[in-house]
């Protein structure tokens, strides 16, 4: 399927990209707070977004990711703050007239116009001519693989196609910035991962600054240029993906992002922490209390297999070229670590191993109570 | 299914900056309902003015008052009973067994409200047995048929808005009968579109005239109408205590209802769908 | 206790439904004794339902239908018909559609506007069930005391007519009377928008937000989303609706009885006077013509508006 987009689609969205060449958009969203009643969905989010990049904007429910697009959309309005589009304030523009293209997390294709028309909406709204209008409605129907369906309606097409239509609609108007609101959150995995390779193509292609909100950090690790963590209406970290998952800033982009353990240890004088047995630096914030929790990746664990150590194997996870492998260690502590799937097919269930921190400075975040 | 996430994630349309008025309310808005209400509200007053508050404590005194409310409440309930006995199983079992017939249905329930009462009650003479039409039941029985539509549409909507194949077999694997999950599993889901089918079929009763009037049944709004012929004002005075008992009654009926639905997670209660409540993404 | 849900029987083997997809498709399917067995097994379970529209709709209609064609001694005839289409009766149809017509299309736009204020009220909750109570009161509410409500309002010495003259200007001296044809559309429009009200309440749920922001999102102004995507949308719909008032104003009976006493000829009317024996007797069927008469033009409207519905769920999902 995508390699329908090669041929056409090139020459098409070359055409279209050299408007943009000239110089993406920058997009600045700076100290927004927006509460919903006693809710605080936003808490002085800000967020600097430089020209033709895909920022990514990852978190649970509720912590105010969609609030946040939205508001850059136009739908909502901040409580305080504001939206800066290369450098203009665009907080008092009506969404109508921002300029920007959004695809929607389901079912926002108007169901009484066919595919084409669809597309061609908005340039209908630009009072561009219906020659003209329908010409690059096909050729962008034709960027993202769908041009046999041109002449379908919405109910005909199955949601990965309709989302795909969505996309090209949005792209239609050569926004200035282009909003996603968890566009593949209603598709099947196989379709999803598709048109995650096809949207980061097609973005990148266009140099179209992207805001893209998800829940799914795999999504956002893979298609974006940044990643802002988000949580309760705060922005706890924003950097490039590699630095999220091996340098997270606080305990929950640590948690949140890939498979951390938590080991308990007590923090001692000058900056160090004491636990499994071997005291090594600490990284980052120090807690204020002594007794915390040492956060370590299953890939940072040592683990040998020795007579009377410290855990005994619980379980053995097939991942592929890597097994993880369950220790339950003394203090009712569960880790999880990971080994080369040749070496861990040797851990039987109940073998004794032990499992130790190497010697490189980690993260501590206060011990939680179960 | 996606049909149903993408129902259960749609709220009120979005909050739009528009023309506002001090209240931060859309003016035109404002104009509208308060037309309206000037347009609906008017001649009750009007009624009032005309009536005097006197009329209305004449209006309990008068001979044939109580025994036409009465009737005329004895027969919400029991066409209540009966429609609700007839509609739910058959919707249920529709909603299961027969999902290709629903589109017939809805077409087959739309039929009594547009085949017009009087004629109704013409065929309905012309064949009941005598035994039936002495008796008031048999208004009761032609009042099911004018108050099928509107229950079916709620307890279809009802239906609609529960994954009703999926929670009976769940029910089913768990070992339970048909009766036990209809009255454990389905009837208790339903309690908000039951709600709505009752209040329908209240006012319509509450309401009738025309059949009663040509079967000579002493109804309530038949004898607001035999009595109009004595006192003008006192027949004016009953009309707007029938009026305002009815509203008050649906209102009661109705706020419980959302009260009790809100408890369990369920919609506001509406006449005709049970609307989800909004959901504040995040 | 019985491990599943059927109607009472014997439980189905692998016969049951579901199964059958998995087979290979096989000689095309014949209608065999245990299919149909089968087929209306599963058809008992709305039997009650069927047997009691049978009895209480279908049954006198068949009645009205073949009354219509009889004469008083049970024979064939076509003159009740000949009757009911001519003359006073003819006249009392012609009233009859135009009244409806106006009494339709004109709350039909009122009402979907009204709706719309209130599906759209942000804080509307509150708001939204006190309107639809009152919609619910309102649409059953006609006849005498409705006509009364109206003659004490705009009747020539109701208050709204008083506060008019007061001003300036007297509605009866320039030709307006509550007792005609316009008088009456006014009063009809009290039970017709609330009825309107409520049936198209359902439909503007089906329109989806998300199509309103993805239009103002592409630049679209409110006229345009209402000209390209809402309006089409809801059209089927509101077409649906307007032939249901069309219906509902049709078969309105009492209303126009209580306030212009017969000085109109309205078919619904003349067919109660056939019932309250105001008529020259061996002309009763003439009655059942008129009702023969009616339920066509509804059964009419009713085609179209079952045609609409369907569009419009292709759209609403």
Known sequence: MPTNTTGNAATAADTIGQAERGGGTSVLLRDLTRAFGATR????????????????????????????????????????????????????????????????QSYSLFPNMSALDNVGFGLRMRKIGAGERRKRAGDLLDMVGLAPQASQYPHQLSGGQQQRVALARALAIEPRVLLLDEPLSALDAKVRLQLREQIRTLQQRLGTTTLFVTHDQEEALSMADRVGVMSNGRLEQIAAPDALYTDPATAFVAEFVGVMNRIPGELQAGDQVTALGSTIPVRGHRPGQSAVDVLVRPEGLRLEVVENGNGIVTTRTFLGSVTRVGVQLSGDVAVQVD????????????????VSLPAQPVLVAARRVS | MAALAERASEGIAPPRRRMTGPLGVSI??????????????????????????????????????????????????????????????????????????????????????????????????????????????????????????????????????????????????????????????????????????????VALVLGEFTIASLDLYQTFPVWIYVNSQTSGQVSVAASLLALFVTWVFLLAITVLGSWQSRKTGGGEVTLFTVARTETRGD | MDQTVQAPGPVTGPGAPGSEAAADPGPPARLTIPKVLRGLRRAAGIVPFGVYMALFLIAPMVAVTIGAFQDNSGGFTLSNVNAATHGVYLKGFWQSIILSVLTSVIPGILGLIIAWAIFTAKRGRLLRQVAITAAGVFANFGGVPLAFLFIATLGSSGLVSQWLTSLGFDPYTHGFTLYSLSGVVVVYLYFQIPLMVLVILPALEGLRPAWREAAENLGARTW??????????????????????????????????????????????????????????????????????????????????????????????
């Open chain 3, 224 to 317: 345009d989303y209402w000209r390209y995507v809402g309006g089409p949308v809801l059209l089927p719909s509101f077409l649906g609706c307007v032939l249901l008032l069309f219906g509902s104003a049709l078969s309105a009976y009492a209303t126009t009885e209580a306030l212009t006493n017969g000085t109109i000829p309205l078919t619904s009317i003349q067919i109660g006077s056939f019932l309250n024996g105001n008529v020259i007797a061996g002309q009763e069927n003439i009655g059942k013509a008129l009702g023969l008469g009616m339920v066509v033009i509804i059964a009419v409207a009713m085609v179209i508006y079952v045609a609409m519905q369907r569009r419009a769920a292709k759209w609403l999902r």
């Open chain 2, 28 to 201: 035109w808005r404002w104009v509208v309902l308060v037309v309206t209400a000037v347009y609906f509200l008017l001649p009750l007053w009007a009624a009032l003015r005309f009536a005097g508050i006197g009329a209305f404590g004449a209006v309990v005194g008068e001979a044939g008052f109580t025994s036409s409310l009465a009737l005329s409440v004895r027969l919400a309930v029991i066409t209540t009973l009966l429609t609700i006995a007839l509609i739910l199983p058959t919707a249920v079992y529709v909603h299961l067994r027969l999902p290709k017939l629903r589109r017939l249905f809805e077409g087959i329930t739309i039929l009594p409200i547009v085949i017009p009462p009087v004629v109704l009650i013409v065929g309905v003479l012309a064949i009941a047995p005598g035994v039936l039409k002495g008796t008031s039941l048999l208004l009761a029985l032609v009042y099911v048929v004018l108050a099928m539509p509107f229950a079916y549409r709620a307890i279809d909507a009802g239906l609609r808005a529960l994954d009703l194949k999926t929670i009976v077999e769940a029910s089913n694997s768990l070992g339970a009968g048909w009766r036990s999950t209809l009255w454990r599993v389905i009837l208790p889901n339903l309690r908000t579109a039951l709600l709505s089918a009752t209040v329908l079929t």
């Open chain 1, 41 to 104: 969905a936003l808490d002085g989010l800000s967020i600097e977004m430089a020209p033709g990049e895909l920022v990514a904007l990852l978190g649970p429910s509720g912590c105010g990711k969609t609030t946040a697009l939205r508001i850059v959309a136009g739908f909502e309005t901040a409580d305080t703050g504001s939206v800066l589009v290369d450098g203009k304030d665009i907080s008092s523009v009506p969404a109508a007239r921002r300029d920007m293209g959004m695809v929607f």
């Open chain 1, 339 to 354: 080994r080369p799937s040749a070496e861990a097919a040797a851990l039987a269930p109940g073998a004794s191993v032990a």
